[in-house]
Nanobody, 125 residues
Framework: EVQLQASGGGLVQAGGSLRLSCTIS????????IGWFRQAPGKEREGVSC???????KYADAVKGRFTISRDNSRRTVYLQMNRLQPEDTAVYYC???????????????????RGQGTLVTVSS
């Protein structure tokens, strides 16, 4: 059974930082691109960032320069370091995984792939 466990959310003031973690079991972690997407209240899901099996990374324009994604294959975990958080970053953050055929990844919502439960990030102004 594939499981994606996201954690690290919380309440933070604008300008603050959080680090999210996504630990994955039940698949060949090293062969998958892993990413984060989010859903704010009343809004559609949107892709945030991804890291490929070859460690190439991509970011949505809204978070570029503020968020950093990384992966630790030995821990089967992907991290999302979020700095300079803004109230518009408030959302439930989810991680997703998709087999990496190309060595690249795309920012997406993993609708057709493995997804985990979310972790809530609340940024107060």
């Amino acid at each position: 059974e594939v499981q994606l466990q996201a954690s690290g959310g919380g309440l933070v003031q604008a300008g603050g930082s959080l680090r999210l973690s996504c630990t994955i079991s039940g698949l060949s972690f090293n062969d998958f691109d892993i990413g984060w997407f989010r859903q704010a209240p009343g809004k559609e899901r949107e892709g945030v960032s991804c890291v490929s099996s070859t460690r190439r990374t991509k970011y949505a324009d809204a978070v570029k320069g503020r968020f950093t994604i990384s992966r630790d294959n030995s821990r089967r975990t992907v991290y999302l370091q979020m700095n300079r958080l803004q109230p518009e970053d408030t959302a439930v953050y989810y991680c997703g995984a998709e087999f990496d055929y190309s060595g690249n990844c795309g920012v997406q919502t993993y609708d057709q792939s493995h997804r985990g439960q979310g972790t809530l990030v609340t940024v107060s102004s």
